[in-house]
């Protein structure tokens, strides 16, 4: 029976972005060999973009790859994207070469990876590709430059599928989006479920006198889609109730002066802390385990772009321990419900000051969501995951060997 200590596998995706770094750390040290060729979002800070190569765990190889940070008018950036793209796919292809070996299997996070572990395959540089997706965007409400480019992009993921052994889908909507949009059944390719996950080092939980009884937490890009806008109004109401209750909100993104100055214009700036992007893992998570309920407001708008997704900061607050209030925008959202982690809401402003009074309302309450919302994340630790769907790739691949 095949096993991952007996393949080599390589790795392709975005860095911090994606999911690159966690398919790098699970399988580096249970395959015969891993390659990571780990591009950078052009849209970064800094390029990041590397190689690597690890054998039995051990790095034996690593050297940079071709970056580009963009900068400047939006529409002329998405212009530059097809060259872009280009000289990366040159550069990635260029460190292939440079590596000298052949895959058993590759696994590409996202279209434009996966269409270059095709091109390997016609190359006969590797066997067999897995096509892991991370979201299915859906078409703007308005006319603009992004129609185009999303519907491109949904051909070229019905192609990935179509020259996939495996299609990984990071939410059970995806499948449901390609029949919608692309009229691409769910038959026509094989697939399995493979959600968001962390890995198990980051599982924490704090005991009731370790955390913040009164502290909401908010973690994501600071965009009007995410819906800080409807805490800012909703915490007037709170404050009158809960007049110690503040909101930590972490990250950073388009619409933060615009919600700064929503929350000056209420007086409310005492009341929102704001700790721009935590880079290290720990620290992110440390802040996040201290809080009391993690909040997923998101607008219920059409094009919303999270609908097809499995966003991460449901599980980043599970994994902490914090009941979860999140808007019934995402799959996931339901579970949340059913399972006791957290409340799911519709994206209404009564609902959400009833949804914090109700978790908040006494520590019986509170620890009780702080459990369940705990337990939740065991379901989705890496290692629980990827055990099943690895297996299935295994599957599949031995019985290709056997024809």
């Known amino acids: ?28 040290d249970k395959v015969n060999s891993l390659s990571v060729i780990g591009i950078s979002n052009p849209f970064a800070v800094k390029g990041l973009a590397r190689c690597t190569l690890y054998e039995k765990g051990q790095i034996i190889k690593e050297f940079p790859l071709f970056s580009v940070q ?52 016609k190359l006969g540089i590797v066997k067999n590709v897995v096509y892991y997706t991370l979201d299915y965007y859906p078409m703007p409400i308005k006319l603009h430059i992004n129609s185009l480019i999303n519907r491109s992009i949904w051909h ?44 198990e080092n980051l599982l924490r939980f704090r005991s009731l006198g370790e955390i913040e009884k009164d502290t909401i937490v908010f973690v994501g890009t600071i965009s009007w889609n995410q819906g800080l806008q ?52 720990e620290t992110l998570f440390d802040i996040v385990s201290r809080c009391a309920i993690g909040i997923c407001p998101w607008t219920n708008d ?22 979860i209030i999140i808007t019934r925008v995402t799959a996931v959202a339901e579970e949340i419900g059913e399972f006791g982690a957290g409340l799911a809401i519709d994206y209404d402003k009564q609902q959400f000051i009833n949804a914090v009074l109700k978790i908040l309302n006494d520590s019986d309450s509170l620890e009780r969501y702080r459990k369940r919302s705990y337990a939740f994340a065991q379901k989705y630790t890496t290692e629980a995951v990827f ?6 790739v295994l599957k599949i691949m031995e019985n290709h060997r056997g024809d």
């Open 1 to 28: 029976m095949l096993s991952l200590n007996d393949i080599n596998i390589m790795v392709a995706g975005q860095l911090k972005t994606s999911r690159t770094e966690t398919l790098e750390n699970y399988y580096r």
């Open 70 to 121: 963009l900068r400047g008018v939006y529409w002329l950036n998405q212009l530059l994207m097809g060259p872009v793209f280009l000289l990366y796919t040159l550069s990635m292809l260029r460190a292939v070469l440079k590596l000298k070996r052949k895959f058993d299997l590759f696994i590409g996070i996202a279209c434009f990876s996966t269409l270059f572990g095709i091109l390997l395959k």
């Open 156 to 199: 070229l993921d019905k192609y990935c599928c179509k020259n996939s052994l495996l299609v990984w889908n990071i939410s059970p909507r995806i499948s449901e989006a390609r029949k919608k949009l692309m009229k691409f059944s769910s038959n026509e390719y094989r697939h399995a479920l493979a959600p968001l996950t962390y890995g």
């Open 230 to 281: 409807l805490v800012v109004e909703a915490m007037p109401e709170l404050l009158k109730i809960k007049p110690e209750l503040k909101i930590r909100v972490i990250g950073k993104g388009p619409s933060e002066k615009g919600i700064k100055d929503i929350i000056s214009s209420k007086g409310l700036n005492d009341r929102f802390v704001f700790h721009g992007f935590v880079e290290k893992e």
């Open 302 to 323: 059409a094009d919303n772009n999270v609908i097809y997704a499995d966003p991460g900061k449901p599980k980043l607050y599970a994994f902490c321990g914090v009941p």
């Open 387 to 392: 055990e099943s769907v690895s297996a299935e």
